[in-house]
T-cell receptor, first 113, second 110 residues
Framework: DVKVTQSSRYLVKRTGEKVFLECVQD?????MFWYRQDPGLGLRLIYF???????EKGDIPEGYSVSREKKERFSLILESASTNQTSMYLC????????????FGPGTRLTVT | RKEVEQDPGPFNVPEGATVAFNCTYS??????FFWYRQDCRKEPKLLMS???SGNEDGRFTAQLNRASQYISLLIRDSKLSDSATYLC???????????FGAGTQVVVTP
């Protein structure tokens, strides 16, 4: 079974803090994604990566950065957390070819106070 | 305008009944279409892909209408365990970027 894990299920941070969210997948997937999910808005793509050290901006990259130093790990960084970044953050991975099914991690509920 | 739009519901469905709902997409170049299921406080999981000719998976039937730019999901003989939010997902480029709808909530009642 494909497994996508995220470093924390719940996280509380203060405004202005630097926040790291880690995601690891164990199926050698090329593509990895970071989304945020908010009520009524659905999942919105923040960044995605199609290979090590490669990244592309999604629909809402402002205030975020990412790092992919190893194929299995994709990190999301909030440089200076703000209250409007309080959200559910979901990581996903997929093969680049043959199958476009995305496998999701359990999510991190981030609260910025 | 959102790229993928869904009726948020909830659709309240008696057990054993049939429910159907649509999703519209704005990008006519969209290439692939999916329905994901998301249970409360859980991550989304693939329910089924949607093919041009329509496809069935047990009690679930998905249809694609490219001319009108919508996909549909029909659930027959609803079970209590079908209660969930159903996410419409559209892929529009070759890199595998996906656009998600906000979801349609289905509540199956005894």
């Amino acid at each position: 079974d494909v497994k996508v894990t995220q470093s924390s299920r719940y996280l509380v941070k203060r405004t202005g803090e630097k926040v790291f969210l880690e995601c690891v997948q164990d199926m050698d997937h090329e593509n990895m994604f970071w989304y945020r999910q908010d009520p009524g808005l659905g999942l919105r793509l923040i960044y995605f990566s199609y290979d090590v050290k490669m990244k592309e901006k999604g629909d809402i990259p402002e205030g975020y950065s990412v790092s992919r130093e190893k194929k299995e790990r994709f990190s999301l960084i909030l440089e200076s957390a703000s209250t409007n970044q309080t959200s559910m953050y979901l990581c996903a991975s997929s093969l680049r070819t043959n199958s476009y099914e995305q496998y999701f991690g359990p999510g991190t509920r981030l609260t910025v106070t | 305008r959102k790229e993928v739009e869904q009726d948020p519901g909830p659709f309240n469905v008696p057990e054993g009944a049939t429910v159907a709902f649509n999703c519209t997409y704005s990008n006519s170049a969209s290439q692939s279409f999916f329905w994901y299921r998301q249970d409360c406080r859980k991550e989304p999981k693939l329910l089924m892909s949607v093919y041009s000719s329509g496809n069935e998976d047990g009690r679930f039937t998905a249809q694609l209408n490219r001319a009108s730019q919508y996909i549909s999901l029909l659930i027959r003989d609803s079970k209590l365990s079908d209660s969930a939010t159903y996410l419409c997902v559209v892929r529009a480029d070759s890199w595998g970027k996906f656009q998600f709808g906000a979801g349609t909530q289905v509540v199956v009642t005894p």
